[in-house]
């Protein structure tokens, strides 16, 4: 993509975010820099955060939504979704009961 065709895309995200914002349902999220780390057990590998996939992630947006297919319907109207491109993965974020012992 060219920066001019980045730029329109980072401007219909927003837009995007903040009609979730505005309806009371987006948590937060952002962006993330290409520059990164990958860890592993015996080293860190330091040319990027995509060191062996084909895909990576650009980002994280984090949402409210009664269930999973009212997830769905939020990631449908993504911009970079409806234009072909990005995909969007739709997860419940696990949480987890530690308490004290």
């Given amino acids: 993509m060219s920066h001019e065709e980045r730029k329109a895309g980072a401007l219909r995200m927003m837009k995007w975010i903040e009609s979730l914002a505005e309806s009371g349902n987006y948590l937060g999220g952002d962006a993330l820099e290409v520059a990164g780390r ?15 996939s084909k895909e990576g ?3 994280v947006t984090f949402f409210n939504a009664e269930n999973i297919e009212q997830a769905v319907d ?28």
């Fill in 38 to 52: 990958y860890i592993r057990k015996s080293e860190v590998t330091s040319d990027g955060p995509f060191v062996e």
């Fill in 74 to 101: 939020f990631a449908r109207a993504c911009p970079l979704v409806i234009t072909g491109d990005a995909v969007v993965e739709v997860r419940p974020v696990m949480t987890f009961d530690i308490g004290e012992k």
């Fill in 57 to 59: 992630v650009s980002g």
